[in-house]
């Protein structure tokens, strides 16, 4: 056993003999209203004390991976991660995490890791996994972002409110051509074509989501090429992007709003559906990294102003982030009345995994740490009065 001064690790942290918490993972927690081995539904189940090494030693991402091996368990994910998230719960109790995270930024900071080389590296290990998956988790558009919930009565509705606001806000008109920047599997690209008219260029780093969008968008002016962004050129009337903008990383902001502007039309409409983070954030939590999205960088307010100064003008921004909440809670209950089916092709610790996922994201909206914003942009040469819609 390691040794910390003249007691071991173990006698450090926690007693042999019992479950119980060392007293620096009880107080942390407790901060939060969130307790080991209470009785709330939010409090966390230890089934083995090596969850608390994991905890001290390797941070949330211990702590995630732990609860894939099944080493813990809480009744309510969902909640447990909004109180530890609201509490603002993100000092790490041990050095050598400190060491990590410093190791961590230190990374970020001399790697581009969303660079060209890099780009299909998400769609590889996230949008590829499986598209029966998808199918099951999502609504009949397989709209794989923050539904609009306002008058809505289910996961059905929110995301066809979501896709029609978009066009509303771009002012689509038949005839006109709109680029979209990470397509997905063509739900928004469909709708355009089918209700607006609009000539559609769609582009996605997922092999997987370009074959099945092309089948969707079969018989409509719509066009779904592998494609990064990097690597367009031409001129569109209209361009959206809509839950990509997460994979771009702060050392392209640049080139990317660059290439926007290059290829948008002088008095055409830029509209950026994005996730957000309240405050500047540095670093993307581990966990999420390595097992959903790698090389993801969250942005804030200031890294976008910063970008789009001298670029583009703000027409409209709106946040609805809270409605995010409720979609991934949508998908999580559509995943999991789906299991039955895919656990014959996933693993259980698949399934540990991807509810982790859905319900520590659902929490992170549900504090309010997590925003979701739409920005609609132009040039400055664009004369007519915007008119913001809800």
Not at 78 to 85: G, Q, Y
Request: hydrophobic share 35%; charged share 25%.
């Amino acid at each position: 056993m390691k040794k910390t001064g003249s007691a071991t690790l173990d006698q450090a942290f926690y007693r042999e003999e019992t479950l119980q918490p060392p007293a620096v993972l009880s107080e942390i927690a407790e901060r939060a209203g969130v307790r080991f081995n209470g009785t709330a539904p939010w409090d966390i189940q230890v089934h083995d004390r090596e969850v608390y090494r994991r905890i001290l030693t390797q941070g949330s991402l211990g702590f995630g991976e732990a609860y894939m091996d099944g080493l813990w368990d809480c009744e309510r994910l969902d909640e447990m991660f909004t109180r530890l998230l609201r509490a603002d719960i993100t000092e790490e109790p041990s050095l050598r995490t400190r060491l990590r995270l410093l190791l961590q930024l230190a990374r970020e900071k001399t790697l581009n890791l969303q660079s060209s080389k890099r780009a299909f590296q998400v769609g590889e290990h996230h949008y590829d996994i499986g598209n029966d998956l998808f199918e099951a988790m999502l609504d009949s558009s397989m709209s794989y972002s923050c539904g609009y919930w306002q008058d809505a009565e289910d996961l059905e509705h929110a995301q066809r409110n979501k896709l029609d606001m978009i066009c509303r806000k771009l002012q689509l008109k038949p005839g006109e051509r709109l680029l979209d920047i990470g397509c997905g599997w063509g739900g928004l690209a469909r709708h355009a074509a089918r209700h607006y008219g609009a000539k559609v260029l769609g582009i996605t780093v997922s092999r997987e989501q370009q074959k099945l969008a092309q089948e969707r968008c079969s018989g409509l002016p719509v066009t779904i090429k592998l494609c990064d962004y990097r690597e367009l050129t031409g001129s569109f009337d209209k361009i959206v992007s809509v839950g990509m903008f997460e994979h771009v990383g702060p050392k392209n902001y640049g080139v990317y709003f660059r290439t926007v502007s290059s290829i948008l039309a002088d008095n055409g409409l830029f509209l950026l559906h994005t996730i957000g983070t309240y405050k500047l954030s540095h670093t993307m939590d581990p966990w999420i990294d390595k097992y959903i999205f790698p090389n993801g960088k969250l942005p804030s307010a200031r890294e976008i102003c910063a970008c789009i100064e001298d670029r583009f003008l703000i027409e409209d921004w709106q946040n609805f982030g809270l409605d995010y909440d409720r979609t991934l809670m949508a998908w999580w209950e559509n995943f999991r009345a789906a299991w039955p089916e895919l656990r014959r092709r996933y693993s259980n610790r698949f399934y540990r995994m991807w509810k982790y996922y859905l319900l520590s994201c659902a929490g992170f909206f549900r504090s309010r740490q997590g925003q979701l914003w739409q920005i609609v942009l132009s040039k400055r040469a664009r004369q007519a009065v915007y008119r913001p819609v809800r």
